[in-house]
């Protein structure tokens, strides 16, 4: 079966760069949500979108956007990086926001140095 | 505001033995979902099992089951027959039924299992 996609998987940025992560959720998931996870923390809500609208927003840092497509990917988007920006970086997807079935893709790990 | 408590950092377990992961909660909605995830040390977080607040029976999915008790506000995951693969990270997690109905969740700490051979 079809998974989430992410890319990239690993990325190594500089501080004040900007970072570019994608998201591809699983055929006919309508809603994608970004997660944040610090390096032995528990995932953080970033950002969710339903059917290409932005639906919930959480600790997102205003340095950080996102949307979602016509075709349902997503994108996060990331400027001005900073050393504490480095984590791990989930996306999931649901088909519909009430369905308990949230799936997790891969997640892209991001260093800034 | 809705909390994930998971009280135990770290737990071990023979293997072949059964183990249970403790998760309590706090939310004032009537209406919420609780899921299980698994974190290998490779970092993808596997979805386990969900269970609705309002579903009657425990949920169950293969090996691992969710012991519910919703007067206490947890919900516990219960591995049975343990495999040295099932070593990882495990997550208790809520959504919340009626904030808006966004469907983003809120994660407790993780507890670390280890399986001995």
């Known amino acids: 079966a079809a998974g989430v996609i992410q890319s990239p998987r690993h990325l190594i940025k500089e501080k004040r760069e900007t970072a570019t992560l994608k998201c591809y959720p699983i055929p006919r998931h309508d809603t994608v949500y970004w997660y944040q996870q610090g390096p032995g923390q528990d995932p953080q809500f970033l950002i969710s979108f339903y059917e290409k609208m932005q639906s919930d927003k959480g600790s997102i840092p205003d340095r950080f956007s996102a949307q979602q497509f016509s075709d349902y990917h997503s994108e996060l988007n990331m400027s001005s990086l900073e050393l504490g920006d480095s984590a791990l970086y989930f996306c999931?997807?649901?088909?519909?926001?009430?369905?308990?079935?949230?799936?997790f893709g891969p997640g892209t790990r991001l260093t800034v140095t | 505001a809705q909390k994930i408590t998971q009280t135990q950092p770290g737990m071990f377990v023979q293997e072949k033995e059964a183990v249970t992961l403790d998760c309590t909660y706090d939310t004032s909605d009537q209406s919420y979902g609780l899921f299980w995830y698994k974190q290998p040390s490779s970092g993808e977080m596997i979805f386990l099992i969900y269970q609705g607040s309002y579903d009657e029976q425990n949920a169950t999915e293969g090996r691992y089951s969710l012991n519910f008790q919703k007067a206490r506000k947890s919900a516990n995951l219960v591995i049975s027959a343990s495999q040295l693969g099932d070593s990882a990270m495990y997550f208790c997690a809520m959504r919340e039924g009626s904030s808006g109905n966004t469907g983003k969740l809120i994660f407790g700490q993780g507890t670390t299992l280890q399986v001995k051979p």
């Open positions: 999931a997807s649901s088909l519909q926001p009430a369905s308990y079935e949230q799936y």
